[in-house]
């Protein structure tokens, strides 16, 4: 069947358009949601776990709601899958560790009760690195999903949200959820060819869903396009009495903007201190989107900035490490428990940060902020690449390392950032730009992304053998 036919390669927004006027039948797309899974995961291991009778059953509710005039909202019967971080009473969350493969969660997720409330129905749970603390997206023994856009040499998909990006990408859903500690839903939306939002702190519910960071911790939209994007941060955002981080926060609708182009808008490029490092080809795509954005009208701006994107790495991978081991410190200390032999080196060094240091930390912090705020005045969003390099064989990685060059730094300062598909290597692997704009401003971000996404239309090219 062809894509644009196929429900699974349907984009997410006309999925839902057309359940909507009973045209598809919540049904038949989860149905055929599920048989793709059932033939293409055992290559790509993308899920944890597979909801599969839940998933007919609500499915089912859906379209009788539907025809009796009963429908929720413009989303129901729309299938998701969720990270396996996402807390849902009774079911399995693993954080991504065999160490807690029967460990049943307690609670359900605020951010799980709004997409149930909203009518999703929930496919499963996807892959994650262990405790979701890397960026490569591997997992030494809950397995690596496979990166879809290389059929024959395994390649890094990202992570954490490793598996939400390959699912995504290879339609075994329509889109997912993923959190972003300091690049977790962009990494894997670079290296899959994906729209991923990385929303500010307050912005979506953490609540229920294991942590890493809280300090840095955020949930996101990962789609396979900019307007499927908005439509589902739409659907997780908002107030939460459960987690006082988004109670001074709105609720946010990033579409009565996300139309208007970017004539007027100051858009910075990458300084040329930063290029060091990045594939040629990363470059040349990088360019050509900031062509792409100027002939729409934006105005391509220099600017200074206060700090070295090496330097905010390495201030967050400090606050990381000191609050990952103060959640995690009694398993990373327990040598006899089987952890990632990749993982276990990131978060110990958290054990020989002192209060007085963390604290230091956080200062430095804020004083980041301000001076990155007095840097960007005036400017509507940064641009950089989302990744160096497009995605690498699992062979080439080197775990002590970390591909976050240009995703921690939003995390550290307290912004809001969306990658987005900017063009292909000649192998045909996805690269990815990043649109970087301050706190509590996605919807400028997506609006940014959106008109360079119709201008350029990279997002409809599908891996192998998935259509293009």
Avoid at 23 to 50: D, N, Q, Y
Wanted: include cysteine; charge should be negative.
């Amino acid at each position: 069947m062809p894509p644009d036919k196929d429900p699974c390669f349907l984009p997410a927004h006309v999925l839902a358009a057309e359940i909507g006027a009973r045209r598809l039948s919540p049904v038949a797309v989860v149905e055929a949601f599920l048989e793709r899974i059932g033939a293409e995961e055992g290559k790509l291991r993308a899920f944890v776990e597979v909801y599969e009778e839940d998933a007919r059953l609500a499915a089912e509710a859906a379209e009788k709601a539907i025809r009796s005039g009963h429908a929720v909202g413009p989303l129901h019967g729309v299938p998701i899958a969720l990270k396996d971080l996402v807390e849902i009473e009774g079911r399995v969350t693993t954080g991504g560790s065999f160490v807690w493969r029967d460990r049943r969660s307690k609670v359900t997720a605020s951010l799980v009760r709004r997409l149930l409330a909203a009518g999703f129905v929930i496919l499963g749970k996807t892959h994650t690195v262990e405790f979701a603390m890397g960026g490569w997206g591997t997992n030494q023994h809950m397995g690596t999903p496979w990166n879809p856009w290389d059929q024959a040499l395994a390649r890094t998909p990202g992570g954490s949200s490793a598996g939400s990006g390959v699912a995504v990408a290879a339609g075994l859903a329509p889109w997912a959820i993923g959190t972003d500690t300091g690049g977790s839903v962009r990494l894997p939306s670079s290296w899959c060819g994906l729209a991923g939002l990385k929303t500010t702190i307050g912005r979506v519910s953490t609540y229920g869903i294991l942590p890493l960071s809280p300090t840095l911790d955020t949930p996101g939209p990962m789609a396979r396009s900019v307007e499927d994007a908005a439509l589902l941060y739409r659907a997780m955002a908002g107030p939460d009495p459960l987690d006082g981080k988004t109670l001074g926060h709105a609720a946010e609708d990033p579409f009565p903007g996300l139309r208007r182009g970017v004539k007027g808008l100051r858009l910075a490029r990458l300084p040329a201190a930063e290029r060091e490092g990045v594939e040629s080809e990363v470059l040349s795509a990088y360019e050509e989107a900031l062509q792409d954005l100027a002939r729409l009208g934006a105005e391509i701006v220099e600017i200074a900035l206060p700090c070295r994107f090496g330097d905010y790495t390495r201030a967050t991978g400090r606050i990381i490490a000191a609050e990952s081991y103060f959640l995690l410190g009694d398993l990373i200390d327990n040598e006899a428990l089987p952890l990632d032999e990749a993982v276990r080196p990131r978060i110990r060094p958290g054990r020989e940060i002192a209060a007085r240091d963390y604290l230091a930390a956080l200062a430095e912090r804020e004083e980041a902020k301000r001076l990155f705020a007095e840097a960007i005045g005036g400017i509507d969003a940064l641009l950089t690449p989302t990744t160096q390099t497009a995605a690498i064989p699992l062979d080439a990685v080197d775990q002590n390392s970390t591909p976050a060059h240009f995703t921690r730094f939003v995390n550290f300062l307290d912004l809001c950032a969306l990658a987005l598909p900017d063009g292909f290597t000649k192998a045909g692997l996805p690269i990815s730009l990043q649109i970087v704009c301050r706190g509590y401003e996605e919807a400028t971000a997506l609006r940014i992304g959106y008109a360079y996404e119709k201008a350029t239309r990279w997002h409809e090219r599908r891996p192998p053998g998935s259509g293009s």
